[in-house]
C-alpha cells in the first residue's frame, strides 16, 4: 500500500507505552514504512515523557522514519521551539515535524507582548507557525560555507532577522543555525483544534477525523486558494482509530477505501492497547519503500514558501 500512515502513540509511565516498548514500536513501524511517528505531549491514561525528547532518542534509534512531537503554544516561546524542533530536524536528515497545539502564551514571550489583551488561541496558533517558518527560513542552508582556509563560517548576506510584531509576539531572528535537508520541519495541524481557514494559512498537513472526514479535501482546496496556495502543498490526513482486532489482511484495503471515499492523502492510525497491539497492526500493513526525508514521505509537493 502506498498510503502514507502516521502513527499517534503517547509514550510514558502507567497507562502508557514505555520508551523501551516505543523502540519496539519504532522499528515495527520503520519495517512497514510509516512516514512518521506522532508523540502526544498528553494523555487521559497518565503522564507522558517530553516528546521532542522521545523523539530525539527514538530518532538515533530507528532513524530511517519521521517523527512529529506535539508541541503546545502553551510556556513554549516560539523562538526557542524553532531552534530546538530545527536542530531535530537537521539530526534525523529532515524527518522531523511539528503537531502544533493552540494554547496560551509563555513567560519570556509575554514581558514584551505587543497586545496585551489579545487572548484568541487560533489566532495566536496561526501567528506562532508563521513565525516558526519565517524563522526556520531565515538561515538558509545555502549560507553555510565552512571555509576553514579563509575562515568564512556563513554568508552573512543570505541570513535574515525576521523582524516580526504581530499581536502576540515580538521576535527578531534569525536562528543561529542552518535549515535542514528538508528546507523546514513539517507543521501539522489538527482540524478540530484550528478549523480550516488557519491550517490553509501555514499547515503542511491536516489531520481530520475520520467521522468528520466528509468535505474536507473541498473545504480545505477551497480555503488553500483563498490563502494563495495549491492543494498538492498540503497532505489531508485521516485519523482512524484501530485495535488489535483490525490487525488482518482487509486492513489496506479498508485504510485505502477510506482514503479513496474521502478523497485523503494519507492515514493517521490511532492505535488502542499496548506495545505489542500497535506492533501487530503496523505487521499487518504491506511494506511501504522509505523516503529520504518527511516531505517526500508524506507526498508534499511544491516550493516551499515564506508565510507573509
Keep these: 500500500m502506498s498510503l502514507p500512515i502516521q502513527l499517534a502513540v503517547a509514550v510514558g509511565g502507567l497507562g502508557l507505552i514505555s520508551l ?99 487572548t484568541d488561541p487560533v489566532r495566536r496558533w496561526t501567528e506562532y507557525a508563521r513565525v516558526l517558518a519565517r524563522l526556520w527560513d531565515s538561515f538558509p542552508r545555502a549560507a553555510l560555507i565552512g571555509d576553514q582556509r579563509s575562515g568564512v563560517v556563513a554568508d552573512d548576506t543570505l541570513i535574515d532577522p525576521i523582524h516580526h510584531e504581530g499581536t502576540f509576539y515580538r521576535v527578531a531572528g534569525p536562528l543561529d543555525g542552518p535549515s535542514s535537508a528538508q528546507g523546514r520541519p513539517v507543521v501539522v495541524a489538527d482540524l478540530d483544534a484550528v478549523g480550516v481557514t488557519a491550517a490553509a494559512t501555514v499547515a503542511d498537513v491536516v489531520v481530520a477525523d475520520l467521522d468528520r472526514a466528509g468535505g474536507a479535501d473541498t473545504a480545505l482546496t477551497r480555503a488553500l ?84
Design 20 to 118: 523501551g516498548d516505543a523502540e519496539a514500536v519504532a522499528a515495527a513501524a520503520e519495517a512497514a514504512g510509516v512516514a512518521a511517528i506522532r508523540l502526544a505531549d498528553r494523555s487521559a491514561h497518565g503522564p507522558v515523557l517530553d516528546p521532542t525528547v522521545v523523539a530525539a532518542y527514538l530518532a538515533g534509534r530507528h532513524g530511517a522514519i519521521g517523527y512529529v512531537p506535539v508541541l503546545p503554544t502553551t510556556g513554549n516561546a516560539p523562538y526557542n521551539a524553532a531552534r530546538r524542533l530545527l536542530s531535530l530536524d537537521r539530526a534525523t536528515g529532515g524527518r522531523t515535524g511539528v503537531a502544533l497545539r493552540p494554547g496560551h502564551g509563555d513567560e519570556v514571550s509575554e514581558r514584551n507582548v505587543p497586545d496585551p489583551g489579545a
Design 225 to 308: 486558494g483563498l490563502a494563495g496556495r495549491d492543494r498538492r502543498e498540503v497532505a489531508l490526513l485521516g485519523r482512524v482509530r484501530v485495535t488489535r482486532a483490525d490487525a488482518t489482511g482487509e486492513l489496506a484495503a479498508r485504510l485505502r477505501d477510506a482514503a479513496d471515499e474521502h478523497l485523503l492523502d494519507g492515514i493517521e492510525l490511532l492505535p488502542e492497547g499496548g506495545a505489542a497491539d500497535i506492533v501487530a497492526v503496523l505487521r499487518a500493513l504491506p511494506p511501504r519503500p522509505l523516503a529520504p526525508t518527511l516531505r517526500s514521505a508524506l507526498g508534499l509537493r511544491g516550493q516551499l514558501v515564506t508565510p507573509a
